[in-house]
């Protein structure tokens, strides 16, 4: 794929071939490649009349629907750069990213105006334009939703510098227009990390880089189908660089793509078997969420090949409850928002060792070392990876000092650090071992909080985990666990949890105490803070 093609450039071929094919199927309603492409280039047109000029930046603040995708490639086509967040940001998060990126119009979901409208006196934005979820919908589906009070609905106010979607959409329909010149080395989007910092960090993803990274992660499953003919079940957010590299680059390529605006399970398992997806996004806790499912086996979903999971290590034990009711693997995958998504992934021609989460794919080159030094480990060994790429992210946005810890120069090429610690077998399959923030140090050994969480996450009665380390002079660290049990499970103790990982670990990294919580705290993209509980921990001791 030439490095000079955009974003919309790419979509624009292939529409062109697959006009009459389904591109996305919405709440049950199909829109054709051609219905896509129209509702875009009428979009980039309303947003060129607004005043839009290249690399300007527009926040899209919208749920998983179509109206994300014509967003999306809508504003690219006028030449702007996306700023993708996810739909429960609050005013304070909403301000500080409009702000960190000089973003001057939103897109936004009715329900989320009344945010839009508090934070837009302390921001740059000028223009906003208002989407209802049902709004690209039949009339039938519009009424049956309002009828039956099923559709949230927020209230909104129009002035001369706030619109609605759908009509900006009506009102430019067929118009012509003067597209900007673009290159591949141009800004297609600003995606921000939930991480591990106290502010998210912006990562510019350019649209060579974003062609690259989705058509190579996209097509792993073509030993299973050919990639025009996949089905899409993406169950993972259109804003994450998991939903649009796994997910939404199947435009890219004449795919389908099955989008609601939040996760349903009944609404998932019936949109696999009404559609016949042959692909299905998720996370490893959606996975376990959907075997314990009471109606899960009232549902066909043989017509899935390829169950993709990413974003956490899948646990062993439902690795092999899927085999096992399906007779399919779930193929695992690696990645981080800095290389714009998979860095290894499981191949789909090969029987993966249960643990594996992929090979390095071939646009990424990778390096595993240690971590205070950034010298190479022995083969075999772990350390923490680092990955460079030709298309290579070299700096966030606004972050110099964040930049300066996560960027490094080496033998002349740029590389991330992941601060995750992997190892790699002899078949160049690697293995997630700890983040190297997040690994306890306990007697003078290294015990990693990942291992001991997936252990206790395998007991029947755990629902959730977070394993820290407690400061002690004696000790260095002692490990305390968190633990979230099942709503329905009573009686399990803490001694039952420790006897449960006596079985599985070695006794030093058995916890030496299980604290119950109601919830442990995640970001907004649903990763484990284990940072908050290891802050929470400092204060009590110092108290």
């Known amino acids: ?29 199909r829109f054709t490649y051609r219905r896509i492409r129209q509702m875009a280039d009428s979009f980039a047109a309303a947003m060129l009349e607004k005043g839009l000029t290249p690399g300007q930046k ?25 700023v993708p967040i996810t739909p429960i940001y609050t005013p304070s998060d909403l301000e500080y990213i409009a702000n960190d990126s000089d973003a001057e119009a939103i897109v936004c979901a009715d329900t ?140 890219l390529v004449g795919g389908s793509l099955i989008l609601q605006p939040k996760v349903n399970l009944d609404a998932t398992f019936e949109s696999i078997r009404r559609f016949r997806a042959r692909t299905m996004i998720g996370v490893p806790t959606l996975y376990r969420m959907m075997l314990e499912h009471d109606r899960l086996d009232q549902y066909d979903m043989h ?44 191949p789909t021609d090969i029987d993966n060792p249960p643990k594996s989460i992929g090979r390095i794919v071939p646009s990424k080159s990778v390096q595993i070392v240690n971590p205070a030094f950034l010298s190479p480990v022995e083969p075999g060994k772990p350390g923490e990876l680092i990955v460079s ?53 306990h007697k003078g050994y290294r015990v990693s909080a990942s291992e001991i969480e997936a252990v206790l996450q395998e007991h029947h009665a755990v629902v959730a985990s977070c394993v820290v380390g407690i400061p002690d002079e004696k000790m260095g660290e002692r490990i305390k666990a968190f633990v979230v049990l099942k709503e329905d499970i009573k009686g399990i103790t803490g001694y039952d949890l420790t006897k449960w990982c006596r079985e599985s670990l070695v006794s030093y990294k058995v916890p030496q105490y299980i604290e119950f919580r109601d919830m442990l705290p995640k970001s907004k993209v649903g990763k484990l803070l284990r940072r908050e509980i290891r802050d929470e921990e400092k204060r009590m001791s110092e108290q």
């Open 1 to 29: 794929m030439s490095d000079d093609r955009t974003i919309p450039a790419q979509f624009i071929s292939v529409a062109e071939k697959r006009e009459d094919q389904t591109g996305i199927i919405y709440l049950g309603t």
């Open 58 to 82: 527009v926040i899209i603040y919208v749920p998983n629907s179509i109206q994300w995708v014509v967003a999306w490639l809508g504003i690219q086509r006028a030449g702007g750069v996306c």
């Open 112 to 251: 989320n105006f009344g945010y839009v409208k508090k934070v837009l006196p302390e921001t740059k934005m000028k223009i906003v334009v208002i989407t209802r979820m049902t709004e690209m919908l039949p009339a039938w589906k519009r009424f049956y939703g309002y009828l039956f009070d099923i559709v949230p609905g927020g209230k909104t106010q129009l002035d001369e510098n706030t619109f609605e979607m759908g009509k900006l959409i009506k009102a430019h329909a067929g118009r012509s227009m003067e597209l900007p010149a673009r290159s591949g080395q141009d800004l297609a989007e600003i995606l921000y990390t939930g991480g591990t910092t106290k502010h998210p960090k912006g990562v510019p993803i350019t649209h060579a880089l974003f062609l690259a990274s989705a058509d190579e992660q996209i097509r792993v499953s073509q030993p299973l189908f050919p990639a025009a003919d996949n089905v899409i079940m993406a169950n993972a957010p259109l804003f994450h660089v998991l939903g649009q590299t796994c997910s939404l680059a199947t435009l």
């Open 303 to 346: 017509s899935v090949d390829y169950w993709y999971s990413a974003g956490d290590v899948l646990p062993v034990e439902v690795g092999k409850r899927w085999q096992e009711k399906f007779g399919k693997p779930i193929y695992q995958g690696y990645g981080a928002t800095e290389t714009c998504g998979g860095v290894a992934m499981c």
């Open 389 to 441: 790429s030709p298309h290579m992210v070299k700096a966030y946005i606004n972050k110099p000092e964040e930049t300066a810890e996560a960027f490094v120069e080496l033998e002349g090429k740029i590389w991330y650090r992941t601060a995750d610690v992997v190892s790699m077998d002899a078949d160049g399959n690697l293995y997630f071992v700890d983040r190297t923030v997040d690994t306890i140090k």
